[in-house]
Every structure is written in structure tokens, then in C-alpha cells.
């Protein structure tokens, strides 16, 4: 298995990002597929998730904000993050089965 996320970047407080997640060894329709992020000096945190049957959770700071959604064509997960802060600076790891990690994408927002 293996998640490799994209998308990262500076972008300045406002703007927005899209984050993907590419996977091979699975199918993401067929697994429950998450995002976490981790802060410096902070745990890691789950974002948002998508269940096999297509339902999405998000943490509470981020609701309103970020859209989880994936392309079955493309075996990818995406996270559209608007509206961005400069709290929601982390390194972004996308995760399935609780086993299998992406090495993470850089987001920094700056004030």
C-alpha cells in the first residue's frame, strides 16, 4: 500500500488549497480514507474522514471549511481546504486502516 499526497504549499490567510492523495494497493471506495494534520509541537489530529459508503466527518475546527471527497476513476482522496488560518499550519498525512500513511504534505498560512 502506498499514499502519496500532493498539493501542499504557502498560501496566505483566506486562501485556499487542494490536497490530494494518490493510492496504489487499495481502493479507496473500498476502505475508509483519511486526514490528519500535525502541528509543531501538537499531536497528530484527524481532519476529516469518508467512509466506504460515502459519509464524511470533520473535526470540529474545521467544518464549513474543508470538504473531504474522493475520484474512484483516479484512486485518489482529495481535502479542499478554504478559508485558511494561520492555525491550520501542519504537515497534512493522508491515512487508511489505521496502519498505512502518506509521508505528508507541508501547508503553511501566513497572517
Known amino acids: 500500500v502506498q499514499l502519496v499526497e500532493s498539493g501542499g504549499g504557502l498560501v496566505q490567510a483566506g486562501g485556499s488549497l487542494r490536497l490530494s492523495c494518490a493510492a496504489s494497493?487499495?481502493?479507496?471506495?473500498?476502505?475508509?480514507m483519511n486526514w490528519y494534520r500535525q502541528a509543531p509541537g501538537k499531536q497528530r489530529e484527524l481532519v476529516a474522514a469518508i467512509t466506504t459508503s460515502g459519509r464524511t466527518n470533520y473535526a470540529d475546527s474545521v467544518k464549513g471549511r474543508f470538504t473531504i471527497s474522493r475520484d474512484n476513476a483516479k484512486n485518489t482522496v482529495y481535502l479542499q481546504m478554504n478559508s485558511l488560518q494561520p492555525e491550520d499550519t501542519a504537515v497534512y498525512y493522508c491515512n487508511t486502516r489505521a496502519t498505512y500513511w502518506g509521508q505528508g504534505t507541508q501547508v503553511t498560512v501566513s497572517s
Open positions: 494497493g487499495i481502493t479507496v471506495i473500498l476502505n475508509s
